[in-house]
C-alpha cells in the first residue's frame, strides 16, 4: 500500500484548525470565492482531490452542482462520505477512490473542473492541466486554488525549516510557471488571485490557536508526542508564508470553445 499523506491523526488536526471537511483554509467563503461569477446550478463538476469532503458538499448544496470527487487515499474517503451522509446529499455528491494518474473519465464529460488547495500534490502541472483541459467540455472553466511558491522559495530558510519538519513532499509551482503551464495547455483566458495577505495573517492566528485555546482539544485526539513537533510545524508555515515562500493564490481559465 502507497504511504499516506494524510493519517487519521493528520486529518483529525486539520478538521480540528479548518473544520469538518477542509483540509485547508478558508472553508465555505473560499469556495465561494474559488467559483464566485460562475452558474454551477444543475453542472456537473469534477473536484480534484475532494480530500474529507467540505467543497463537494458546499457546491452541491450552496450552488446546486452535481459533483463527482476523486481522491487517492481510503481514509478521505471514507471521512468524506461519512460528512456527505451526514449532509444527506448522496444523491448530489458522487465520491470515488481512484488510483493515481491520468484522470479517469472521458473526454468532454465535465461543465467544470474544481480544485481547492489539491494540485500541489502533482509535480507534473503541464500533465495535469492537459487532463483537465481534455474531460472538461467546450467553454468549460477550471475554477481552482492552489498553493504555490514565491520566486526563490526553495532557497528561503523559512521554507527549508518548514519542509523539513513538514515532511509533505509539496510541489510548489510559482504564479508565472503555472498560469504557463495552464495556456501551454491550452487554457484561454487564464487569470490568478493571489491570497498571501489574507493567509499570512490567518497562518500566524492558526499557530496561536494551535498552542493556545486549541491545545485541549488537540490532545484529545493526539498526544504530546504528535502534538508538540505539530505546533513546531505551524509555527514554521507561518514563517514561510510570512515571507512569501507560500502563496494559496487562485486561478481561473477556460476551454476553448
Keep these: 500500500m502507497q504511504d499516506l499523506h494524510y493519517p487519521k491523526n493528520f486529518i483529525d488536526r486539520l478538521e480540528l484548525v479548518w473544520g469538518p471537511g477542509f483540509m485547508s483554509p478558508g472553508g465555505v467563503e473560499e469556495v465561494n470565492r474559488i467559483v464566485e461569477g460562475l452558474d454551477l446550478s444543475g453542472r456537473r463538476v469534477l473536484?480534484?482531490?475532494?480530500?474529507?469532503?467540505?467543497?463537494?458538499?458546499?457546491?452541491?448544496?450552496?450552488?446546486?452542482?452535481?459533483?463527482?470527487?476523486?481522491?487517492?487515499?481510503?481514509q478521505l474517503f471514507e471521512r468524506a462520505d461519512h460528512h456527505v451522509a451526514a449532509a444527506g446529499l448522496e444523491q448530489r455528491v458522487d465520491?470515488?477512490?481512484?488510483?493515481?494518474?491520468?484522470?479517469?473519465f472521458d473526454d468532454a464529460s465535465f461543465d467544470v473542473v474544481f480544485s481547492k488547495d489539491s494540485l500541489i500534490h502533482f509535480?507534473?502541472?503541464?500533465?495535469?492541466?492537459?487532463e483537465i483541459l481534455r474531460v472538461l467540455r467546450p467553454d468549460g472553466p477550471v475554477a481552482i486554488s492552489d498553493w504555490l511558491g514565491g520566486e526563490n522559495a526553495a532557497s528561503m530558510a523559512s521554507y527549508q525549516r518548514y519542509d523539513e519538519?513538514?515532511?509533505?513532499?509539496?510541489?510548489?509551482?510559482?504564479?508565472?510557471?503555472?498560469?504557463?503551464?495552464?495556456?501551454?495547455?491550452g487554457f484561454v483566458d487564464v487569470t490568478s488571485s493571489d491570497?498571501?495577505?489574507?493567509?499570512?495573517?490567518?497562518?500566524?492566528?492558526?499557530?496561536?490557536?494551535?498552542?493556545?485555546?486549541?491545545?485541549?482539544?488537540?490532545?484529545?485526539?493526539?498526544?504530546?508526542?504528535?502534538?508538540?513537533?505539530?505546533?513546531?510545524?505551524?509555527?514554521?508555515?507561518?514563517?514561510?508564508?510570512?515571507?512569501?515562500?507560500i502563496r494559496p493564490t487562485l486561478l481561473r481559465g477556460f476551454k476553448p470553445a
Design 95 to 104: 465520491l470515488r477512490l481512484v488510483e493515481p494518474g491520468p484522470l479517469p
Design 165 to 185: 519538519l513538514a515532511q509533505l513532499g509539496f510541489q510548489l509551482a510559482t504564479r508565472a510557471e503555472t498560469e504557463a503551464a495552464m495556456r501551454l495547455a
Design 123 to 130: 509535480p507534473d502541472k503541464p500533465a495535469v492541466y492537459a
Design 47 to 74: 473536484d480534484i482531490g475532494s480530500g474529507t469532503g467540505g467543497p463537494a458538499i458546499a457546491l452541491a448544496r450552496d450552488h446546486g452542482a452535481y459533483v463527482v470527487g476523486i481522491d487517492v487515499e481510503p
Design 195 to 245: 491570497r498571501h495577505e489574507w493567509y499570512a495573517r490567518l497562518a500566524r492566528l492558526e499557530a496561536e490557536q494551535i498552542a493556545g485555546p486549541l491545545r485541549r482539544q488537540a490532545l484529545e485526539i493526539i498526544d504530546e508526542e504528535i502534538y508538540d513537533p505539530w505546533v513546531e510545524v505551524r509555527r514554521a508555515l507561518a514563517d514561510a508564508v510570512d515571507d512569501g515562500a
